[in-house]
């Protein structure tokens, strides 16, 4: 190697240590501010299931939320990396939270490296580098591991996992080694969010169509598909073990509860799938899982239209005047079984979950950056914008513009409000003024276990399975008696509309609602889209 292009490695690698370090520490800072200014602007619900449940695991009270029931409604990896952090005692109950968010900070930008070195051996390490550096100032991805959840972990072992069966598939070496650590590298995936069974099917689609037309069905292929499909079935399968032999099934309850109520919300109102609008509402999902896919990946959907559009026109015009020789030494085509994983995780939740949340994207946003990676690399090879600007400086400005988009995103989403402040209100209100033996229900119910001090008792089913089998069975007022819970805390668009109705036996959902007498309303403004957080007191 020449050493000018020892000394240009060099200097990439030392802009990426660099970039990652000033990744770290905007992370670092927005990780420390006060909590309620985090819960006000980043904290997702969920972070604050996850630190209870840490909790109480620390505490010795069981794999549970309200320390009363067991409950599988979480992905494991996360909750249990949380509980050494109870291990202490802290003066202050949300010391965790900052130590929360300073590991997946670490996780979050670490991911870069994966970033840099996917696209550097699919294309270039410039273009890696420009893709590390989208991955690392893209205000959506700080965003969306400031909500406190798995995802920052989970793109780390994603791209890790994407990475390592590149690596193989590139070198053509599929060894038995390879192969149990891409399995290990699969199945810890799967245990950081277990929606990663798609990335496991679209690795094992991809490995098998290879090996397929190398060997065909020889032991060799068959011997190695099944090595890496044994390695992540037996990290993962201590998960599942407990999950059957606790709850019979090795469903999570989150899952499954959060569809059966958006399917039965949609069924009470509408009363059967077989409509037109129950078509034009599932292809309206898959496009707006797209639209955020790529506004979250870029800043905006429209840039991301334009960016894409460009990179078709050029590949077309390369495909007309060179018969795609250009287009042959693109390696774009080894990166399509991550592609798969994205269209299988949209097709899951515009199509059968049909709720998310804003952190099941994290993954989807990773994929997307490698793609603009790739499609960077191909048009500072191909491109040619006329005499006066070479495509290194045509790349420089489209990049300085998507910098100009990230920081105008950037001040958006800080700017923004999440609904959670008003529950974090209202927990430290109950902490202040509800009995210590007093049991309180909740739909929405992190925050208020969390900072409220008292047991707090999740009614949707996310996390406690017998909560999801009662309203399964329409017999949530039941269930709500037989726990003896003396408050409810509710949305208040809730109450007013028919959202629960369906989980509750013929009129008994009135007579839930007559039962309820309000104790305590914190407002929330009326362009948050929620209601205000009322607590009420549940009669006899």
Known sequence: MKLNQLLKRERLGLILFLAIAIGLVIRLYLSWLDVETLIDKFLGEDHFYYLTLARNIALGKGVTFDGLAATNGFHPLYPFMLVPLFKFTYADISMPVHLALTMLSLFNVLTAI?????????????????????WLFNPYVISLMLTGVEGALYAFFISASIFWYLRIRLRNQYTLKNMLILGVLIGITFLCRTDAIFLFVAVL???????LRQSGLSVNSLSRTAIYCFAALAVASPWLIWNLANFGTIMQTSGQSIAYMMHQRYLFERGSYLSFSFVVG???????LI???LQFATGHALLSVLV????????????????????KDWKIGNLNFALLFVIFLVAYYALWQWTTQPWYFMSMVLVATLYIGLATDFLGRNINVGKYISPNKALT??????????VFRGAMLYDSHTPNIALYQSAVWIKENIPEDQRIGAFEAGILGYYSGKTVINLDGVMNNNAAQAFRNNKLLEYIEQEDIAYIALDQVAVNTTKYFPFFRNGEADQFLSRLTEVHVVQRPSSSGWGDSVLYQFNP
């Open 114 to 134: 994966f970033v840099f070195k996917i696209v550097e051996i699919l294309g270039s390490r410039k273009a890696g580098l420009l893709a590390a550096l989208l």
């Open 205 to 211: 689609l991809d490995l098998g169509y290879k090996l």
């Open 282 to 288: 599932l292809a309206c999902g898959v496009m707006g």
């Open 291 to 293: 639209d955020l896919v």
């Open 308 to 327: 894409l559009g460009l990179v078709g026109g050029v590949a077309l015009s390369q495909v007309a005047r060179q018969s795609g020789n250009r287009l």
């Open 397 to 406: 400005l489209i990049f300085v513009f998507i910098a100009m988009v990230f």
